[in-house]
């Protein structure tokens, strides 16, 4: 008996290697299932008028730390690197409401800027840092005191000996560290999808300001005695005053950087505009579908 080995007819070869070609062409060619794509724009202003004038009950402004860390808004090396794409003025659609606030004598824009990202939740989409207007870390601390300049020891206080103490430990301390920009206008915001399309705001509007500050200046005050209340603190187990500390309060105005704080958090439709304010300042936001 002969053994015959099974190949297949030619025809069949050919009709299995093109439809396995095909079936290759057709999952590579089939595309991702592709994240939706929106186009945020933000405008931030702040209301010119004095502060003093607001009667508000201000939340604690925001953590600093959280701030520093953020993505800056208006940097478009810094937003690409997060993985957003930064949009040209040409694709701006909010750029007539910026315009109508910067002539309004009542409102100054700080900020105006648009960006592309896509529909990741929270957890994935960058924190944003919004920071804009002047920097006061030359006048002001970051708890809103002023920067006064360190006394130096005088020759009248101290001994030479003193005095060259002070200058060598001066010299071999390490330098305090730089100050970090203390903007008029700072804060964050993140963009997400969380079913629904969310923003939230976390920003503080810097605006210098006075107030009254206390002064204690303790006296040593002897306690002037009579004959009749020496006596009578005698019958009073011995317990003699000798004197007491009188306490004198004076107050001085000094200058203050009071900050306002902006906290929001709003549930949005895409196209929607949507503005938020408080009585300092204000923000305006559309996000808008972009495939």
Known sequence: MKNHSCHPPGWLVRYTKQSLWALLLISLSQPVLAKRLYDVELIV????????????????QTDMGSVRRATPVTNNSALQNAGLTPLPR?????????????NHAGFTPMVHVAWRQDDSGRAALPLLRVSAGKDYRDRFNPDGTPVTAQATPSSNTASDSEQAWDEQALETAPPPPPRQPLYELDGTLRVYVQHYLFVEADMVLREPSERRALVEDVVNMPLQTTDAQQGASSNT???????????????????????????????????????????????????????
């Open 90 to 102: 040409s694709q701006w659609q909010l750029t007539n409401a910026y315009n109508k606030l910067s």
């Open 45 to 60: 202003f702040k209301r010119n008028q004095d502060p003093a004038s607001v009667e508000e009950s201000w939340p604690a």
């Open 237 to 291: 187990n011995n317990v003699q005053v000798a004197g007491l500390e009188k306490v004198k309060k004076q107050y001085h105005i000094e200058r203050f950087l009071q900050p306002y704080a902006f906290t929001h958090k709003r549930r949005m439709r895409s196209g929607e505009i949507h503005y938020l304010d408080n009585p300092m300042m204000g923000m305006i936001i559309q996000v808008r579908k972009a495939n």
